[in-house]
Every structure is written in structure tokens, then in C-alpha cells.
């Protein structure tokens, strides 16, 4: 049998290293973080339907949920956690799979606005609308 177009030939054989090639491994990511910062975990579709939970020292267990490439959680590192190599163990249900990763955590953590900061924020836009308001009537007036 011969193939009319070479094309033909790189096609069928992309498409059998397609089918030939694995799973994407699991995924812990970001890496690295630091303390406080989400971590999103996944399985990378090889679980399956069946279920898998991750299992940490940082976060203890998590179940994953069904998302839009396989099963997966967020989860936060807490505010504890010490600066280092920890392990992530992804299992699949029962019986099936079992996946490792780690996740470094160095040292800092996640900076953003706390419930003082945002009320002293509020406080000042209040002040600000207060002074412009009056300005303004002062104006109003001053102008009849």
C-alpha cells in the first residue's frame, strides 16, 4: 500500500504518540510559596471519576473535587507553616494510584490589607468625600 502524501504519514504518526503519550502528572501549584498563599492541587485527570484526596503535613487531608482538568482542590498554606521542602501525596480512590509532589514553602508571607488597614482606608475616603462636600458648599455660597 502506498500513501499518497507525506502529510498523511506525519499525521497518523503525531496522532499515535498522542494516544501513546501519559497522563499529565499531578500538580501542586504555585512552587514555591509562601506562608498564608493558596495552593492549587490537582491530579492531572489520572484519578479519574472515582475520587482522591491530598494529603499533607502543611494542610492534612483534602478532598478533590471534579474541575475542569480532573480532580482538584485550592487550600491554603497556613500561617504556621516552616520554611522547607514539604511532601504533597495525591490518592486516587481506593486501590488506585498514589502520586507525590513537594512544595517548598520559603521564608515571607503573603502581604495584604487586614481588617485595621482597611478601616483606617475607609476612615480617610470618608474624610476626603467630608472635606470635598464642604469645599464645595463653601464654593456655592461664595459664588450667590
Known amino acids: 500500500m502506498k ?3 507525506p502529510a498523511v504519514v506525519a ?3 503525531a496522532a499515535a504518540l498522542g494516544a ?4 499529565a502528572p499531578a500538580r501542586v ?3 514555591p510559596v509562601v506562608a498564608g498563599q493558596r495552593v492549587h492541587l490537582g491530579d492531572g485527570g489520572r484519578c479519574g471519576a472515582g475520587g482522591a484526596r491530598a494529603v499533607s503535613t502543611l494542610f492534612g487531608p483534602v478532598a478533590l473535587r471534579p474541575g475542569a482538568h480532573g480532580l482538584a482542590a485550592d487550600v491554603r498554606v ?3 507553616a516552616a520554611p522547607g521542602r514539604h511532601t504533597v ?3 486516587c480512590a481506593p486501590g488506585g494510584e498514589t502520586f507525590t509532589e513537594t512544595l517548598t514553602v520559603r521564608r515571607g508571607r503573603v502581604e495584604g490589607v487586614d481588617v485595621p ?5 475607609l476612615a480617610l475616603l470618608v474624610l476626603a468625600g467630608g472635606a470635598a462636600y464642604l469645599l464645595r458648599r463653601r464654593g456655592a455660597a461664595a459664588r450667590s
Open 89 to 91: 501525596t495525591i490518592r
Open 117 to 121: 488597614q482597611a478601616a483606617g482606608g
Open 3 to 5: 500513501l499518497g502524501h
Open 20 to 23: 501513546a503519550a501519559p497522563a
Open 11 to 13: 499525521l497518523l504518526g
Open 78 to 80: 497556613p500561617e504556621r
Open 29 to 31: 501549584e504555585p512552587d
